[in-house]
């Protein structure tokens, strides 16, 4: 099939490389002429494991291409995939303008019947409104479907690859029937598609979305509930998890969550209930108690420290929102670094993938450390934002001599109390 995605972020770009590596060919366009310039040269402009390599091969295949001329595009594509931002308004609603405006060149070079799909995480009722802006500009027949994405960040190839499941949101069966074509090569082994009405299928996205992070943020809580109790959250969220109706994943307490997805989609998701004259109070709650939890983290650092950080110095483990990507939105990490750096205290960070998108922020504000290790001289204590791989079992003898005080705060739960306490460090988590 011949392929259009425009928007090249992380869920466009997955989407048109995985699409070109069951055999089509797909338009990748995006406004960002840099950007479109690095691809064009297999450069691919963050760190998603496994994706570089499939855009390259693909590129080198011809089926893959990338360019700014979004006529060229829609002339030649019978699929457009709508995959641009929807970046967070002031009010927690999701910003449509970059989706509409797209819908707007396609209203206007349309040239025979396609099939247009919003791939965009869009609030109910975003993929109609696509089809009337492209009705006002065009009499030409064409159908719309909404599809949206799935995508863990870091994992982003292999569940596109191996989707767990493929919504499509439709009005007429027959783009549905394409669409499940179009998919059937990630999907040989069973049919996992669920076709479903289009604001059905724009609410689900966010629906699955709010509901993991409630996990997270209700975790998050029973942690604050054992400190004070004197229980283990470790032995707490074995019984839960054994239990299938609860299920183990997403019960581990923490920093809490942040990135692209999370935070903005249960915020849109509770503005567009206001919209409608509800109100979501779980959700409203699950976004407050997320924050509070990195409050509280920093609570435990003063505490330790009688209130007063000035002239400390501190190391940082991980500063992306979670492991295997570079992406530091809404990342707890830089509401640590900011209140740090507040009270007087210096600061040494070190990660595996984003410290330039750090340093683009902070500058010589704070130190970058070219290893983990380095991080941990004269440092008056260690903090742990995320969890990466070559974070989980250090060599504890030889961060000891490094620090001035071997004091861990661990926002992940990494490691065990009782051994650490053994080696001598005094060792703060969550729920414990």
């Known amino acids: 099939m011949n392929i259009a995605v425009v928007g090249t972020g992380y869920v466009g770009l997955v989407t048109g490389a995985c699409f070109a590596s069951s055999g089509n060919n797909v338009i990748c366009v995006d406004i960002d002429e840099n950007k479109i310039d690095s691809l064009k040269k297999g450069i691919v402009p963050f760190f998603e494991p496994g994706l570089e390599d499939i855009v390259k091969t693909n590129i080198k295949e011809k089926r893959l291409s990338f360019t700014t001329d979004i006529k060229n595009a829609i002339e030649n594509s019978s699929i457009i995939f709508i995959a641009v931002g929807t970046p967070q308004s002031e009010d927690g609603a999701a910003d449509i303008s970059y989706v509409l405006n797209v819908a707007k060149s396609i209203g206007e070079y349309i040239n025979d019947y396609k099939i247009i799909v919003t791939k965009s995480t869009v609030p109910v009722g ?8 492209i ?84 975790m998050n809580e029973v942690a604050k509930l054992c400190e004070l109790v004197g229980a283990d959250v470790s032995d707490v969220r074995s019984v839960m998890g054994s239990d299938k109706r609860i299920g183990r994943h997403y019960l581990y307490p923490g920093l809490g969550y942040g990135g692209s997805c999370f935070p903005k989609d249960v915020r849109a998701l509770v503005n567009t209930a206001k919209e409608n004259n509800y109100e979501l109070k779980i959700c409203a709650s699950v976004d407050q108690v997320n924050y509070d939890q990195r409050v509280h983290f920093f609570g435990k650092i003063q505490q330790f420290f009688n209130g007063n950080l000035e002239g400390k110095n501190f190391g940082i483990w991980g500063l ?12 707890p990490s830089l509401f640590l670094i900011d209140e740090i750096l507040e009270h007087g ?10 410290m330039q998108h750090v340093k683009d922020i902070y500058g010589d504000r ?5 290893s983990n290790y380095k991080v941990c001289e004269n440092k008056d204590a260690l903090i742990i934002c995320t969890e990466w ?23 992940r739960n990494l490691y065990n109390r009782n051994m650490l306490e053994k080696k001598g460090f005094k060792y703060f988590a969550f729920g414990i």
Do not use: W
Request: charged letters at 30%; glycine letters at 2%.
């Open 135 to 218: 009705k006002s500009c065009s009499d030409i027949k064409f159908d719309i479907a909404s599809n949206p994405e799935f995508l863990k960040e870091g994992a982003a190839v292999e569940d596109f690859l191996k989707p767990e499941r493929v919504v499509i949101g439709i009005e007429n069966p027959e783009p549905g029937e394409i669409l499940k074509e179009l998919y059937s090569p990630f999907m040989r082994s069973q049919d996992r598609a669920i076709t479903v009405s289009i604001r059905s299928s724009e609410l689900s996205k966010y629906a699955s979305n709010a509901m993991l992070a409630t996990r997270i943020s209700f």
């Open 126 to 133: 975003t993929t109609e409104k696509v089809r009337d802006s």
């Open 366 to 370: 704070i130190e970058y450390a070219k």
């Open 389 to 411: 791989s070559e974070y989980r079992q250090p060599d504890f003898q030889r961060i000891s001599k490094l620090m001035n005080s071997q004091v861990i705060f661990d926002g």
């Open 320 to 331: 992306s929102f979670k492991p295997n990507t570079d992406d530091i939105r809404e990342a």
């Open 345 to 354: 205290a210096s600061l040494t960070v070190h990660d595996p993938s984003s």
